[in-house]
């Protein structure tokens, strides 16, 4: 059973760069079958798909980010990680990363978020 | 860009049938998968391609998927199903989810 634990500040300032790492477990970010997501959640708001990386470095982005998203992996650590920069209090909000499974396309496990502030 | 439009809030009693929509332009030329998410929990897939069930998921969860609406039931409905409930698409290469259904089970 794969699991995935993200970690990271949970304060940053505003007009700073977001750092988070998502830490895969009983499983291997190589695997050719799935992809790598992040998506956040501000309090009490829905689910917003930031962005995914494949064990190739392939990246895609969510359109209303991409200006500012970084994902990127390290398959000898097995994670991935999440930079979003010139963050505002906008982008206050709980980081998920999921796997995606890549033939049905759907998010089957997902880490259990951690909750990134940002304010001065 | 593609949008997903759920009901705000759906409310049913304890041992009935809930139904929350999802509507989207052609939805049904896509597949949907549907997520729980309880109060400060992670969302769990509990429905994906429409209508399939992962494992561990119980029966009385179903979907369907045609024309502009995507559809999640729950039957026999338990105190434990209260949740939000999300749809998401791919649009191309951006994943879109819904905005969110709160199911009350009164």
């Known amino acids: 059973q794969v699991q995935l634990q993200e970690s990271g500040p949970g304060l940053v300032k505003p007009s700073q760069t977001l750092s988070l790492t998502c830490t895969v477990s009983g499983g291997s970010v190589s695997s050719g079958i799935y992809y790598w997501s992040w998506v956040r959640q501000p309090a009490g708001k829905g689910l917003e798909w930031i962005g995914r990386i494949y064990t190739s470095g392939s990246t895609n982005y969510n359109p209303s980010l991409k200006s500012r998203v970084t994902i990127s992996v390290d398959t000898s650590k097995n994670q991935f990680s999440l930079k979003l920069n010139s963050v505002t209090a906008a982008d206050t909000a709980v980081y998920y990363c999921?796997?995606?499974?890549?033939?049905?396309?759907?998010?089957?496990?997902w880490g259990r978020g951690t909750l990134v502030t940002v304010s001065s | 860009s593609y949008e997903l439009t759920q009901p705000l809030s759906v409310s049913v009693a304890l041992g009935q049938t809930a139904r929350i929509t999802c509507g989207g332009n052609s939805i049904g030329s896509k597949n949907v998968h549907w997520y729980q998410q309880k109060p400060g929990q992670a969302p769990v897939l509990v429905i994906y391609?429409?209508?399939d069930r992962p494992s561990g998921i119980p029966e009385r969860f179903s979907g369907s998927n045609s024309g502009n609406t995507a559809t999640l039931t729950i039957s026999r409905l338990q105190a434990g199903d209260e949740a939000d409930y999300y749809c998401q698409v791919w649009d191309t290469t951006t994943a879109i989810f819904g905005g969110g259904t709160k199911l009350t089970v009164l």
């Open positions: 999921a796997r995606e499974e890549g033939y049905g396309r759907k998010f089957d496990d």
């Open positions: 391609r429409d209508s």
